[in-house]
């Protein structure tokens, strides 16, 4: 099989996999709340953990809550920090963790909406003359876009909307471990963290909020993350999560001097063929390629790679079978006879130049094959 799904999920690191397995296989189980021998050394890890993440955030480990990943974060950052009247805005591009979470805060009657991105999923610099409205606000901007991968100028928009008196909130699940950038470079109050987009477990996730910062938890009934987290911690998951900082610490896990020009080449194959538009923008994350094949329908692409052993998506892998069309690509403008035959193809840096020109071989073949028949739906 040749895997471009890792925008969904990526292969666990044999390194973490192996840390993983040694905390499995320990003898006493031990949950870190409690307070006999066994249960202090797996606090010790535990807090070990924290501190590697917080290493390769360069942040302060009390900062940061584990959670089960980037959905529950990005809900504990719009639903627990901002108070009921306080005015709430968000990207039009945002995961539907965030646009679900904030609708339901619209939906009790807080002020705020979306914000627009042009054509290339950037946020519109007309946003900029409504600066007014953004006073005690939150605002939350995703870093790297999970469909087409367009990374947003976040320290930028940071620096302004705090000019306006706002607070920003980033759901960096696409962009920390990939990205070399830390939380201080960025200059959000909050930061969504989860590691399974970059070869760490999924299950685990990370919120980080400035120290000044107050949250209301989402889940309560015991002391865990210092009251803001209630729940027995997944310490295996979390173990492996701080393995993984340390890792991207020491070498960064997505450097590869050759992946941009390879996944390049591969962006020219596929606007090379006829029917075919690339919807990435120019300087997006560079392995996540989507793309539009106008009157045909992604599910059936979608299937015909499967069949030729190539695993790819449409859209977020948590709406992904919804017909509904994406709301990414409206917010960009694409027409709805695109976003209906709008596929992502998302390598990592393992994947080969042969792999990906089988690739746009095969859908070279299938995309000719479908134009030519008579659509039935």
């Not at 695993?311 to 006879?337: I, T």
């Not at 990592?348 to 739906?377: C, F, M, N, Q």
Request: aromatic share 4%.
């Amino acid at each position: 099989m040749i895997y471009l799904d890792n925008n969904a999920t990526t292969p666990l690191d044999p390194r973490v996999a192996r840390v993983m397995v040694e905390e499995l296989e320990r003898g006493a189980p031990a949950n870190p709340s409690s307070l006999h021998g066994a249960g202090r050394d797996a606090r010790s890890r535990l807090e070990r953990a924290r501190e590697q993440l917080a290493g390769r955030l360069a942040v302060d480990p009390s900062e940061l809550t584990f959670t089960s990943g980037g959905t529950e974060s990005n809900n504990l950052a719009l639903l627990g920090v901002a108070e009921p009247e306080q005015p709430l805005f968000i990207s039009a591009i945002e995961h539907p963790s965030v646009r679900d979470a904030a609708r339901r805060r619209w939906a009790a009657g807080a002020p705020g909406g979306e914000l627009p991105v042009d054509g290339e999923g950037r946020l519109d610099r007309s946003i900029r003359e409504r600066g007014a409205e953004f006073e005690g606000a939150l605002v939350s901007i995703q870093w790297v876009n999970n469909e087409v991968g367009t990374i947003q100028a976040l320290a930028d928009w940071a620096a302004w909307f705090h000019e306006q008196g706002a607070l920003v909130h980033t759901d960096g699940a696409q962009g920390f471990f990939r990205l070399p950038d830390t939380i201080p470079e960025l200059g959000v109050d909050l930061a969504t963290i989860t590691a399974h987009k970059s070869f760490g477990p999924t299950g685990v996730g990370a919120l980080w909020v400035r120290r000044g910062v107050l949250l209301d938890p989402l889940l309560r009934g015991g002391p865990q993350e210092k009251k803001v987290r209630a729940g027995t911690e997944n310490l295996p998951a979390i173990i492996g999560m701080g393995a993984l900082a340390a890792l991207d610490q020491e070498a960064p896990l997505w450097a590869d001097r050759g992946l941009a020009e390879r996944l390049g080449r591969f962006r020219a194959e596929l606007a090379g063929i006829d029917g075919v538009r690339v919807l990435s923008p120019e300087g997006a994350f560079p392995t996540c390629v989507s793309i539009a094949v106008a009157d045909c329908l992604a599910e059936t692409i979608l299937v015909r790679l499967d069949l030729e052993g190539v695993a790819a998506s449409s859209g977020s892998a948590c709406s992904s079978g919804a017909r509904e069309p994406s709301h990414v690509l409206a917010a960009m403008g694409v027409p709805d006879r695109e976003i209906r035959g709008a596929i992502r193809l998302s390598a990592a840096p393992s994947t080969t130049e042969e792999e990906l020109s089988r690739v746009a071989g095969h859908l070279a073949r299938i995309v000719e094959d479908l134009r030519r028949r008579p659509r039935t739906d």
